[in-house]
C-alpha cells in the first residue's frame, strides 16, 4: 500500500482509510477476516467515531483485531467525537469524556487521530483548547482533527488549540464535487460557482491538512451509489470503459480518481465486502491520465465553462 503525510504531522499513513462504520454488520468471523484482509493489503488505517453503532463498532473492532500492544503498534486508529442525541456538543467535559469511552471499547490507551465531528456552534475555542492540551499532555491522543467544518471555522478553532489541525473529513464523490466544482466557475452565474464551503479544497491544501472524503460512492445525501444505478448512464459508462482498460473494476477507478487529485486525499471506504475493499486498495496502483480524470468529472453531468 502506498503511504503519504498526514497533514503537517510526521505520521506516515495509507492512502486510504478503513471506515469502520459498518462492522456491527458483520458477524465475529466475518469482521476478524476483513480486518485481517485490511491489514494484509496494507490498509492499517481505521477510522471510528463514537456514534457508530452506539459505540457498539469499536468494540468489535476490537476483538476482532486481537488488539493487544503488539497489534496496536502496527495500526492508526482514528476516532470522532461530538455527535448526540438532537444536537451537537464540543464543550469540554463531553469531549475528554468520549475520548475515554472510546479508549476503553477500542482497548487502547491512545488514539493516533481524534476528530471533532459535525461542527457545533456553541463551540467555545478555549474550552476545545483546554480539552486537546489535557488529551496531548496525557498521551491519550497524538494528533488532531475536525470533520465537517469549513475554512472560518477552523481559523476560529485554531484561535486557541495550539495543535496543528492534521485532518479534515469531507464529503466527495465524482457526483458530489462541489469544492472541486466551484473552482472551475469562478465568478460566474452558474449553479456550479455556488461556493458552499469556503474554497475548504484550497483551504486545507494551503494549510497541510489532509482531507478524508466520505461516502466516495454516494450521490446526494446518502441516497445511494452511483456505480450501476440508471441515474447515472453516461457515468457509469465512462468509468466502466476506463476500467476495462486497466483491467480492473469500476470500484477501483472511483477511488482512482480521488486520488488523482494533487491535494493528496485519503478517501475513508466505508464497505463491509473484503472483494471491493481490495478494489478500493487497488487504485493506490493507478495514477489516471488528466484525459481520463476530467472525462469522468464531466460524465456525472459537471460542465466545464
Known sequence: MRTMKFGSSTLEVPVVSV???????????????????????????FDH?????????????????????????????????????????????????????????????????????????????????????????SGKVRHFGVSNQNPMQIQLLKKSVKQPIVANQLQLSITNANMISNGFNVNMENEQAVNRDGSVLDFCRLNDITIQPWSP??????????????????????????????????????????LRHPAHMQPVIGTMNVGRLKDCCQATEIKLTREEWYSIYRAAGNVLP
Open 49 to 137: 467515531a463514537d456514534i457508530y453503532g452506539s459505540g457498539e463498532c469499536e468494540e468489535i473492532f476490537a476483538d476482532a483485531i486481537g488488539m493487544n500492544p503488539s497489534i496496536r503498534e502496527k495500526i492508526i486508529v482514528q476516532s470522532k467525537c461530538g455527535i448526540r442525541k438532537g444536537m451537537f456538543d464540543f464543550s469540554k467535559e463531553h469531549i475528554l469524556e468520549s475520548v475515554d469511552a472510546s479508549l476503553k471499547r477500542l482497548k487502547t490507551d491512545y488514539l493516533d487521530t481524534f476528530l471533532l465531528h459535525r461542527p457545533d456552534t456553541l463551540m467555545e475555542p478555549e474550552e476545545v483548547a483546554e480539552a486537546f492540551d489535557i488529551l496531548e499532555n
Open 217 to 258: 460512492f454516494q450521490y446526494g445525501f446518502f441516497e445511494g451509489v452511483f456505480l450501476g444505478n440508471d441515474k447515472f448512464p453516461e457515468l457509469n459508462k465512462q468509468i466502466d470503459e476506463i476500467a476495462s482498460k486497466y483491467d480492473v473494476s469500476n470500484t477501483t477507478i472511483v477511488i482512482a480518481w480521488i
Open 19 to 45: 471506515g469502520c462504520m459498518r462492522i456491527n454488520s458483520l458477524d465475529k468471523t466475518e469482521a476478524e477476516h476483513f480486518v485481517q484482509t485490511a491489514l494484509e493489503l496494507g490498509a492499517n488505517f
